[in-house]
């Protein structure tokens, strides 16, 4: 059985050379008359940052840094792919490019640790990683109180982390929403998220009419000496508050 580290270069080098090649194909239709539209963006700009996104991916690739290759060859992917939204070019892809999966995570994300990074590091091992931020409505219902951090500064946070393929704002009222906006073939849970893999699996093929793969990141990292998650950190914070002014 091959690696997480085997399956992360594997993907690297597959989006490398597919967007090396649709770059060069675009390139190469650049002059093409029947090409030109009318609009407001210099094609020729976009199509070099996506090239320059490619070359990123190649010498991160090189150096042995294939998380990085696969985040730098991504982004060149999304721009390649906006021409075709825009109306402007056709990208070409080569025609024995791979099918990237889609995985879902969910979570609250209420105060992002290495233990959060963790759990998306592994889920963007498995394909192209999506992530639902629970609503602030839904983590009043949950535990009972407002989160810490609102969900724009959240989705924010989150957004920002490397492995995240698109981060968004889930439903107020289904959770099953979000996974039909996303339609992932893999759906990854956390160590202590509440849902029984089997009968999530089963919710998702009654509304949906397919059964995806759910997996569970089955263990909490102890990233500082007794901490393992927020809980963890609240009470440190607490204590030392406690402690500072007694």
Known sequence: MASEADVIAERALKYIRNARTAVERLKSRLGQENDRRSISIDIESLIDAAE??????????????YA???????????????????GVLEPEWPDEGF???RVFVGGTFEILHPGHVELLRYASSLGRLYVVIARDSTVEKI?????????????????AVRYVYNAFLGSEKDFLDSVEKVKPDIIVLGPDQ?????????????????RPEVVRFGYKLE??????????????????????ES
């Open 52 to 65: 320059r996104y490619v070359g990123d991916a190649e010498y991160y690739a090189a150096k042995g840094d």
């Open 68 to 86: 990085t290759a696969l985040s730098a060859a991504s982004y060149a992917e999304g721009l390649i792919d906006s021409l075709k939204y825009l």
């Open 99 to 101: 099918e990237e999966k």
């Open 143 to 159: 535990k009972g109180r407002k989160p810490i951090l609102g969900e724009k500064s959240r989705l924010k946070v989150v957004s």
């Open 194 to 210: 509440g849902f029984d893999e089997e009968q999530l699996a089963a919710m998702v093929e009654a509304r949906l009419g397919y």
């Open 223 to 244: 990233f500082e000496q007794g901490i393992k998650g927020v809980r963890d950190i609240y009470r440190e914070v607490c204590s030392r508050l406690c402690n500072s």
